[in-house]
């Protein structure tokens, strides 16, 4: 068992409604607790429409909220846009930042997720910055170098470490069904903490990608790895759930 305490996180990108969102959030809550108290930490990520509802329905439960994203700045004329502070107004604890879909899918550079990672963290969110390496990456032997270079890069100079959560998630894996053996996870954690040099022991490591109920064992048995970001499989009570029997045993 990782000496870090686990921590899983449901990211439901832009998956639900307000009755269907109302409805996961509060079965999810119902589960929890049940394991009251838990021994391990359970956050909630829905889509931005949602986090108030979500937020207001998991008041008073085991179950923290967070968001999918934040700008640079407190404030502006960023059309579309939400800041960290306003996430912290809905109830969020937690922010996903510099996800692969957001990388790839919106261009956002290194620099740029380390300038929202300054950002979440000053109006005192807790930071789960997400690297990953594509399918070419990976054939081309070059995870290690990758990695190392999205840790370093995408977070600020001033970073609190208490408050950093880093999730490895391979592009090739996410939505796919494909999926790194655990000692390959393994192997890039240890590539994480190293690229992190004093803090890497403390700093929470979590693995994503096509994350299930049956695999989910297999992964949270290293203690190398401190716990789970689930994307699709979060949107159904029993299995998320499921996913997260490890933790609580």
């Known amino acids: 068992m990782s000496k870090r305490r686990r921590l899983i996180v449901a990211n439901w990108k832009m998956y639900g409604r307000l009755t269907s969102g109302l409805v996961l959030a509060r079965d999810i809550a119902a589960f929890a607790e049940t394991a009251r108290p838990l021994s391990f930490d359970l956050v909630l990520c829905p889509p931005a429409t949602l986090t108030w509802a979500i937020g207001e329905t998991l008041q008073g439960t085991q179950v923290m909220l967070g968001g999918q994203d934040c700008h640079t700045a407190t404030h502006g004329a960023y059309t579309g846009d939400i800041s960290a502070a306003m996430l912290v107004d809905l109830g969020c604890r937690y922010v996903i930042l510099g996800h692969s879909e957001?990388?790839?899918?919106?261009?956002?550079?290194?620099e740029l997720i380390a300038?929202?990672?300054e950002a979440a963290q000053v109006a005192g969110l807790t930071t789960i910055v997400c690297v990953g390496e594509t399918a070419e990456d990976l054939k081309a032997g070059a995870t290690a170098e990758i990695i190392g270079k999205q840790v370093r890069e995408s977070l600020p100079k001033n970073i609190r470490t208490s408050d950093l959560v880093i999730a490895y998630e391979p592009v090739w894996a996410i939505g796919t069904g494909?999926?790194?053996e655990p000692k390959d996870?393994?192997?890039?954690n240890r590539h994480i903490r190293n690229a992190l040099g004093d803090i890497g022991e403390?700093?929470?490591l979590l693995y994503g990608g096509s994350v299930t109920p049956s695999n989910a064992g297999g992964i949270l048995a290293?203690?190398?790895?401190?716990?789970l970001l689930v994307g699709s499989a979060s949107l159904n009570a029993d299995g998320f759930w499921a996913i997260t029997e490890p933790c609580r045993i």
């Open 102 to 110: 957001r990388r790839h899918g919106h261009g956002e550079s290194n």
């Open 115 to 117: 300038k929202k990672v």
């Open 178 to 180: 494909q999926q790194p």
């Open 185 to 188: 996870i393994v192997a890039v």
């Open 202 to 204: 403390t700093v929470r």
């Open 222 to 227: 290293e203690d190398e790895i401190d716990g």
